[in-house]
């Protein structure tokens, strides 16, 4: 019996993945993000490749979650687009933010707080002021 299984029989309620779902992982945000950037500003997959300096081809892997690209590579994108590295970062933090669930643990270990948190930024482009701050959970022990 794996792990996973066992704790949801044992206390009879689903584990976060079951409930909420897997995490999205950060290059298919990035992937969509730079999707929708690109179609908002109605640039073609080639253009923008070209802008960038790498291939159409890298760059419609990279749109689709399937390639992992380098920093460098971010930013010759982001800048082919019209955005830069940081705002680029900060849309794609928002976005998994926005998905995630929210759980803080006491010091005993036991769940104090938790939440799924609702859709704040959806798939509408958003700069680094939409973002504001984190919030900031604190539980007395």
Known sequence: ????????LRTGRPTPDEQWGPEPLWREVLGRRLRLLRTIRGDRLADVA?????SPQYLSEIERGIKEPSSEMIAAVAGALGTTLLDLTWQVAAELHASSTVQVLTSARQRGYSTLAAPAFGSSVCTTADLGSQPVLALAA
């Open 1 to 8: 019996m794996d792990l996973q299984r066992d704790a949801t």
């Open 50 to 54: 070209r802008f960038a300096g790498i």
